[in-house]
């Protein structure tokens, strides 16, 4: 039959799978607590591979230093022979980023507790995660350094941005983000849907040029610089929250076409307003 699952913040997992023949569903159940969304599984061509922090249980066993690139070995494994829908999970715990890493096209990189620490010195990556088309994101934790409480060696390095030419078709959500710089940053792709996120940057929160079709739903934003910064595309926003510290919560301009009717959620400390420009 079609086996669907779910998942909790805690990483537990509940399968179904349905008979075809209308005979009564089997249920494969985990104990949980807060239930995500359920989701088909592809069972033909898949893979998943876990990584765990150091002293854990893995796949792949991080170290606690330059563990960025034993997840990146991960995720290059995870789409080796041409394999899709391939799924990287991150045990909770702490991992030690000290340059970026990319996830590849048709990746998941589930993280529900773990925790992405940036190294006080940071490599010449100019992000800590770039991503393919078709990627995932859900339940990670990244934990930057904001500028006002950086050291001289922390660069300005975005979370989230995209491989040149591809990050389209992007989902992040239940992740929490704070940098240096901005927590996603994308430029001349499309669907792009960010939902149930906490952001705290020194830069912009979510900075979007040309981006068709965003939908930035229930986020939680708090931003030295401006929490939503949109130009050209079409971006939707749904229920979220945030504070600029200093420049205005959502500051859009250009060609692109900003649905602010919900946005209602935000206080600027300086500027006291949504900032529109045609």
């Known amino acids: 039959g079609t086996r669907y699952r779910r998942c909790t913040h805690d990483g537990e997992i509940e399968t179904v799978v349905t008979d075809p023949d209308g005979g009564p569903d089997i249920v494969i159940t985990m104990p949980g607590q807060i239930w995500g969304d359920w989701e088909p599984v592809r069972l033909s061509n898949t893979v998943s591979v876990t990584v765990a922090p150091s002293g854990g249980t893995g796949d792949y066993i991080c170290t606690g230093a330059n563990d960025n690139l034993v997840i990146q070995q991960a995720l ?5 022979n041409g394999t899709k829908a391939a799924t990287v999970v991150l045990m909770p715990g702490e991992y030690s980023i000290s340059d970026g890493f ?9 993280g529900y507790g773990a925790q992405l620490i940036v190294a006080d010195v940071f490599g010449v990556s100019a992000s ?7 990627v995932r994101i859900i339940g990670l934790t990244i934990i ?11 660069p300005y390095q975005s979370a989230i941005t995209k491989i040149t ?25 499309s669907n792009l849907r960010v939902s149930h996120c906490k ?12 981006v068709a079709n965003a939908k930035l739903e229930s986020n939680s934003m708090e931003s030295e610089n401006y929490c939503i910064y949109t130009t050209g ?3 939707f926003c749904t229920g979220n929250d945030g504070t600029s510290y200093e420049y205005s919560t959502v500051y859009s301009f250009g060609t692109g076409t900003f649905h ?3 946005t209602t959620n935000f206080n600027d400390f300086n500027t006291g307003g949504i900032v529109i420009r045609p």
């Open 102 to 110: 990319t996830i590849p096209s048709s990746v998941t990189l589930s």
């Open 233 to 235: 595309g079409e971006c």
């Open 128 to 134: 800590l995660i770039s991503v393919g088309n078709g």
């Open 199 to 210: 952001f705290f940057n020194s830069g912009d929160n979510i900075k979007l040029n040309n």
């Open 165 to 189: 030419g591809k990050g389209n078709d992007l989902v992040i959500e239940d992740c929490q983000i704070t940098c240096h710089d901005d927590g996603i940053s994308l430029s001349s792709t």
């Open 76 to 80: 290059n494994a995870a789409t080796e």
């Open 144 to 154: 930057g350094e904001p500028y006002e409480n950086g050291t001289n060696n922390i």
């Open 260 to 262: 602010p009717a919900t």
